[in-house]
């Protein structure tokens, strides 16, 4: 009988992206940065990514929306905004999931599965897109992006 086995990796920062988040205005794109999937090894069975938001004063949606951009190759990704407010190609990103953001000032964590969005496979390099959508800035600390790749054998 054939049993699987999975492993955690470490829980990764990815960098920049929390100082891309401080500050985010409301309604705003931004890129949070690209995880390599592709591994001279193997790749990944799974990458779970954790953001961890602090919104201003919340109204309107109230929610943190993260987003992907995939690639094939590394090189080019899937369009769709990265940048800037607006909202006319938002339907080409990979929708990842939504984090609600209810209480005001207070610091949000949640964790995204990224195979699942892409069929229930990893591509071989994923940008992350955050887009604002709490009707407030963020706050100018408190926020980070964090991966951890799932990987797994068969025995």
């Not at 951009?69 to 800037?84: I, N, R, T, W, Y």
């Amino acid at each position: 009988m054939t049993t699987a086995k999975l492993a955690q990796g470490t829980r990764t920062q990815l960098t920049g992206a929390g100082n891309a988040i401080n500050s985010l205005a409301s309604g705003a794109y931004v890129a949070l940065g690209t995880i390599t999937h592709n591994n001279a090894s193997k790749t990944p069975l799974e990458c779970l990514i954790e953001l961890t938001v602090t919104p201003g004063a919340v109204a309107g949606n109230k929610q943190a929306v993260l987003f992907a951009q995939v690639s094939l190759d590394g090189a080019a990704f899937s369009s769709g905004p990265a940048s800037g407010t607006t909202t006319t190609d938002e339907a080409n990103l990979v929708y990842v999931g939504t984090l609600p953001l209810n209480s005001s000032g207070a610091q949000q964590r949640g964790v995204f599965p990224l195979s699942v969005p892409n069929g229930g496979v990893l591509p071989f390099a994923t940008r992350l897109i955050l887009k604002n959508d709490s009707g407030a800035a963020f706050s100018t600390s408190g926020n980070d992006v964090y991966s951890l790749d799932v990987s797994g054998d068969l025995t």
